[in-house]
């Protein structure tokens, strides 16, 4: 069963694009759960994995501020480009003035990239911003090359799985302004994506909430 929240009563890019312009000047410093702080755990779980990994490109889709991005600057000499919706957000990662890297404004539906142009395509804590999480996990795995790696972490539900996931994507999103619309959870991001064309490396739970499923373009 697919469950995708197609709301018509809401423009979730629009709300998602509107929440991080207002707080983009103060997302890295304010730890909280509506701010960096499960983006931190996320992208550290994702610079562990690729610790020993070699690539020549990266792409990190909802880059926001680029925290991932200035981390795996590093530890890896590479070309790292982020795309992130939010404007005010790209302004911050900017600031940073990371070697090697560049940001662009953009969607994570319709990537301004060619075929096949990354070894590696990240996204962290944003997929559950995204309306159509297909057209998403599809743009990831058209800008990668063959065999490249696809690692998505984001928030999940943590109990009652499906029942979770229509309460949060029916009730929670109607009523919030966060532009939240799609959460899931592990085992459903590893069904989305292998439905999707990816083959699983491997998934797991990084908390009660939080998930990382690392998945190659075949
Ligand atoms: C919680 S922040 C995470 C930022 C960063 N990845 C991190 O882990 O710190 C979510 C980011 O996703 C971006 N975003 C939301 N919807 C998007 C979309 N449809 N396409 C691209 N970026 C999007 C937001 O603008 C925001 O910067």
Redesign the pocket.
Known sequence: MKITNTSKQKD??KL??E???NQ?KV??ETDTIL??K???I??KNICDYLADKTYQTLL?????????IELLSKTHDAKHVG????SE?IRQAGKKNIDGAEFVV????GLPFEDNSFDVV?????FH???DTDK?MQEAFRVLKPGGIYIL?DTGVGFFRMFGVMIDNFVYTRFGNT?DCNVSYLNKSIRDLKRNGFEIVKGEKLTTFIYTVVARKR
């Open positions: 979730f890019v998602s694009e929440w991080f312009d983009a997302y890295d701010y960096s499960y983006g931190k996320s992208c990190d889709v909802g880059c926001g501020t680029a925290y991932l795309l992130d919706l939010a957000m953009g969607r994570s539906d990240t996204c962290s804590q944003s911003h995204y309306p998403a972490s532009g």
